[in-house]
C-alpha cells in the first residue's frame, strides 16, 4: 500500500528588508508582475523604476513593505518563493492629529489569490500600523476590481464618508511628468 501524503505549503509573512538583494529583487519582480496585469495598468516598470525601486524605498523612514513568501515542504528545503506584497507608506490626519498608513499596492501572485495571502499581509500591516500609533489604514482600489473589493471589504476597509449626504471621497490623480 502507498501513502499519499499532503503537503500543505507553510506561508511566511514578514516584512521586506529594501537593502537585502533576495528581498529587493523579489519586491520588483512582485511589482512589475502587478504593473503588467490589467489591475496594475498593464504596462511593465521601466528600467530605471526597477534598477531604483528599492533603493529608493530604504530611503525614505516613513516606506514599509510586507512580503509572502511560500515554502513548499515538495521543493528544496527552506527554498521559498515570494507570492505577495504591500507597499505602505505613513502619512498624516491632520482630523486625527496621528499618523495614518497608506496601503499603496496589494499584490498576489494569481496561483495563490484565493488563499488569504491579501488577508494575512493585512493583519501584518494592520498590527506594524498600530505599533506606529496610526489612527486608520487607507487604501485605493479600481472599481471594477470586485475580487479585491470583496477582500477589503472582509478585513474590514470601507469607503471614505463623512458626511452621507456629501458622498464617499474619490480618488484623483495629476501627473507632473
Not at 493585512?122 to 505599533?131: N, P
Not at 489604514?137 to 463623512?162: C, H, K, P, Q
Request: hydrophobic share 45%; aromatic share 8%.
Amino acid at each position: 500500500m502507498t501513502q499519499i501524503f499532503s503537503t500543505t505549503p507553510r506561508i511566511t509573512v514578514r516584512r521586506v528588508d529594501y537593502a537585502d538583494p533576495r528581498d529587493a529583487t523579489a519586491l520588483v519582480a512582485l511589482l512589475d508582475g502587478y504593473a503588467q496585469d490589467a489591475a496594475g495598468g498593464g504596462q511593465p516598470l521601466r528600467a530605471e523604476v526597477r534598477q531604483g525601486l528599492a533603493q529608493a524605498l530604504h530611503q525614505r523612514p516613513q516606506a514599509f513593505s510586507i512580503m509572502a513568501w511560500v515554502d513548499d515542504a515538495t521543493s528544496t528545503p527552506g527554498a521559498e518563493t515570494a507570492v505577495g506584497l504591500i507597499n505602505c507608506f505613513e502619512g498624516f490626519s491632520t482630523f486625527a492629529c496621528r499618523p495614518l498608513v497608506n496601503v499603496h499596492d496589494v499584490v498576489v501572485v494569481s496561483a495563490w489569490r484565493g488563499h488569504r495571502i491579501a488577508q494575512r499581509m493585512l493583519q501584518e500591516v494592520e498590527a506594524m500600523a498600530r505599533a506606529r500609533g496610526a489612527c486608520k489604514l487607507t487604501l485605493e482600489v479600481l472599481s471594477g476590481n470586485r475580487s479585491a473589493i470583496r477582500s477589503y471589504d472582509r478585513e474590514g476597509f470601507a469607503a471614505y464618508t463623512l458626511d452621507p449626504q456629501m458622498g464617499s471621497a474619490q480618488f484623483f490623480q495629476k501627473w507632473l511628468d
